[in-house]
């Protein structure tokens, strides 16, 4: 793709159809992110080099390079921006086992460096989560990508016509839930965040994203049901109002627990039943009740 192609709006053709990077064998599973202790940093100094809560890479994987040495451009935000660190990103992600080549795609073309503060942009193509104030977390890269990719594996060919992510933060998630969606809807309950996420996203003119502040504990019923849902945040269980919204045959995908998290695949088989599977390990900011 072209530097200009990779611009938003992105039409769906411009990130299908790519070949999967991914090598099956080289697998790994449980990439915890330290994300409550990357939240508590202070945004204004530079994370930490080697990134903490950078998720394990097999041995025989390379090190990615270092974002501000080898931007090659800057873009219309003043940013140092690199096509190829990203893409080396995405080739990471695939490393640490993501297979589904339409979420590569995705990952590739959304510019992550634009939803993180200026001080911070060139920190934007590590493994990592980051802060983005009002301590909560830009999501790590591997972990966006493999819920993602959990929840595309339906029994329609990963065909996703609406889906809701909870837990908005600086939409990053968002952006990229809009490439695999037909409709994205996403809340978030910190008003500073939905806010933050409005005008990060306003420049990508991406057409298919509705932000709303709010709990996302409770859901949107007002548009349910949901194809697919996504919590950001992990909570000790996941709240019955989002399971009541998930379409029969829907995937809902949940960090869940406290000190110890793992993600939860939920899928609804019928009106009143659900099947639950533990995945991998994680590490994710809490899921809290109320609004701010
Ligand atoms: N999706 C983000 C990750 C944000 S971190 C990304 O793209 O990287 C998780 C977010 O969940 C935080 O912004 C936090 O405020 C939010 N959150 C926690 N509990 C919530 C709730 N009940 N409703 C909505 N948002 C919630």
């Known amino acids: 793709m072209t530097d200009k192609a990779k611009r938003f709006p ?5 990130v299908v159809d790519q070949k999967s990077k991914a090598d099956h064998s080289k697998r790994v599973i449980a990439t915890p992110q330290t994300a409550t202790k990357n939240a508590a940093w202070d945004s204004s ?16 994987s390379k090190p990615m390079a270092r974002p501000a040495q080898t931007a090659s451009h800057v873009d219309r935000s003043g940013s140092m921006v690199s ?6 990103m995405v080739d990471r992600v695939a490393r ?40 909560q977390t830009i999501s790590q890269p591997y972990i966006v990508a493999r819920m993602i990719e959990i929840m595309r594996d339906n029994q329609q060919g990963g065909v996703l016509n609406r889906v809701l992510e909870i837990g908005t933060g600086c939409g990053y998630q968002a952006a990229v839930l809009s490439l695999v969606a037909k409709e994205v809807y996403s809340i978030e309950r910190i008003k500073p965040l939905h806010e933050l996420a409005r005008s990060n996203l306003r420049p990508l003119r991406i057409a298919n994203i509705r ?4 709990d996302g ?15 950001a945040a992990a909570g000790l269980e996941v709240p019955q109002a989002l399971l009541d919204q998930l379409t029969i045959g829907g995937r809902l995908v949940a960090p869940v627990g406290s000190r110890h998290q793992v993600l939860q695949l ?16 994680c590490h994710f900011v809490p899921l809290r009740a109320g609004t701010v």
Do not use: C
Request: charged letters at 15%; proline letters at 10%.
């Open 211 to 214: 932000l709303h502040y709010g």
């Open 96 to 135: 640490q086992g993501v297979n589904d080549a339409k979420v590569l795609a995705a990952m590739e073309a959304v510019p992550r460096h634009m939803f993180m503060e200026p001080g911070l942009s060139s920190q934007a193509y590590i493994d990592a989560s980051l802060p983005i104030g009002h301590h």
């Open 266 to 281: 939920i899928q609804r088989t019928s009106k009143f039943d659900w099947t639950s599977t533990t995945l991998e390990d």
């Open 217 to 231: 504990m409770l859901g949107l019923p007002q548009v349910a049901p949901f194809d697919g849902i996504i919590l």
């Open 45 to 60: 100094r530079p994370a930490p080099r080697t990134a903490a809560g950078a998720a394990p890479t097999p041995p025989a």
């Open 83 to 88: 096509d190829g660190v990203r893409k080396a």
């Open 10 to 14: 992105l039409t769906l053709s411009s």
